[in-house]
């Protein structure tokens, strides 16, 4: 299919739902996705949004904002994550035990707001990495209009630019529990720690990057065209200095550079 063949099948997809609860984090792809269903939909188009320590403020307020632009109506929810099972143990499928959860109070949440469904935004590419909380998208019978339309992220953030969303050059984002190691603990604390250290990294001028956590030294992955820049040594010794501060007794840089899920790769 052709782009705009792509772009209107999506369209039909979500005008045969009728009312629709759209599970919106602020990213590029949910982002997309709520917009087309309020351009579909109307106001039977609603933005769901799950609050939680492994999820950034920043990221929250975006949303929040995003959402008050477009005269969208947004339910904000908090999820308390020691109700996950096994989110603290994180196992290899903790995604599918986090999606699980969040997705029940989705599906909810659309009953008492008579939607007839809950949609989300993973698109084609998602399908080539190991991601378990697709399985709970499955279990769940959550629609996954993007995928349904075959559009690759390269082609949502295209659509996002003829459309002038703010998110079409936003930068890959995944919750912050992706930043541990399987079986390492999450905690609070941690959870902090890198959302403050992934944080002053944007705040140098970083856009792509991943602050991954392994006991308490951090691995920063960044695209390799930054590496010059981080390694200039003001900036350097300013990252070091900082980490040291949130809690990290080491500081390192990731010589292969920022890709997605990189901690899959042990798997």
Known sequence: MTLQEKYDA?????????????????????????KISQDVLGDKA???????SFV?????????????????????????????PNFKANPKNRCYFCKLEIFKKILSLAAENNLAHVVEGSNVDDLGDFRPGLRALK?????????????????IRALSRELSLPTFDKP????????????????????????EAEEFLRALGFKQLRVRIHGLLARIEIMPEDFNRVL??????????????FGFSYVALDLKGYRSGSMNEVL
Not at 46 to 52: D, K
Not at 188 to 194: A, F, H, Q, T
């Open 139 to 155: 279990e769940l019978e959550i629609k996954s209009p993007l995928r349904a339309a075959e559009l690759t992220k390269a082609e």
């Open 10 to 34: 999506l369209k039909n997809y979500l005008a045969s739902l009728g009312s629709t609860a759209v599970a919106f984090s602020g990213g590029v792809d949910s982002t997309f996705l709520l």
């Open 46 to 52: 609603v933005a769901v949004t799950a609050g939680a």
């Open 172 to 195: 890959s984002y995944a919750c912050l529990a992706s930043r541990f190691v399987y079986g390492e603990e999450i905690t609070p604390e941690k959870l902090k720690m890198v959302e």
């Open 232 to 245: 200039n040594q003001e900036t350097r010794e300013k990252i070091y200095q900082a980490l040291k501060n």
């Open 56 to 84: 950034p403020s920043r990221e929250l307020d975006e949303a929040k904002d995003f959402c008050k632009k477009n005269n969208i109506r947004q339910i904000i929810f908090h999820v308390n994550e020691s109700s996950i």
